[in-house]
């Protein structure tokens, strides 16, 4: 059984920084995609970045990737996706949640992720 389980979330100061955690388990790590998605208040979920597993390729949806204030990571070796995130600001206040799937392409997007965490609130204060 495939389980994804988010950690990290919290609340800080607009400027601060958070790391959200990602474990998954249950099938096999190395060729996959891990991505982080967000929902905030009110709006629809979206997605955030994206890793596989396998090359480490990652992808950034447009509004992160201009700031660079995002950067998604792995530890093969904990089978563990990583969401670092810095200068916080308030309209990043939501729910994080992790998901996965399997994929025989490195490309990974945001569509088609049947595996979900529980998410971890992100909140922060300005």
């Known amino acids: 059984q495939v389980q994804v389980v988010e950690s990290g979330g919290g609340s800080v100061q607009a400027g601060g920084s958070l790391r959200l955690s990602c474990a998954a388990s249950?099938?096999?790590?190395?060729?996959?995609?891990m991505a982080w998605f967000r929902q905030a208040p009110g709006k629809e979920r979206e997605g955030v970045a994206t890793?596989?597993?396998?090359?480490?390729?990652?992808?950034?949806a447009d509004s992160v990737k201009v700031e660079g204030r995002f950067a998604i990571s792995q530890d093969n070796a904990k089978n563990t996706v990583y969401l670092q995130m810095r200068n916080l600001k308030p309209e990043d206040t939501a729910m994080y949640y992790c998901?996965?799937?399997?994929?025989?392409?490195?490309?990974?997007?945001?569509?088609?992720?049947?595996?979900w965490g529980q998410g971890t609130q992100v909140t922060v204060s300005s």
């Open positions: 890793i596989h597993t396998g090359g480490g390729i990652t992808y950034y």
């Open positions: 249950g099938y096999t790590y190395s060729r996959n995609c």
């Open positions: 998901a996965a799937k399997s994929s025989a392409t490195w490309s990974c997007r945001f569509e088609g992720f049947p595996y």
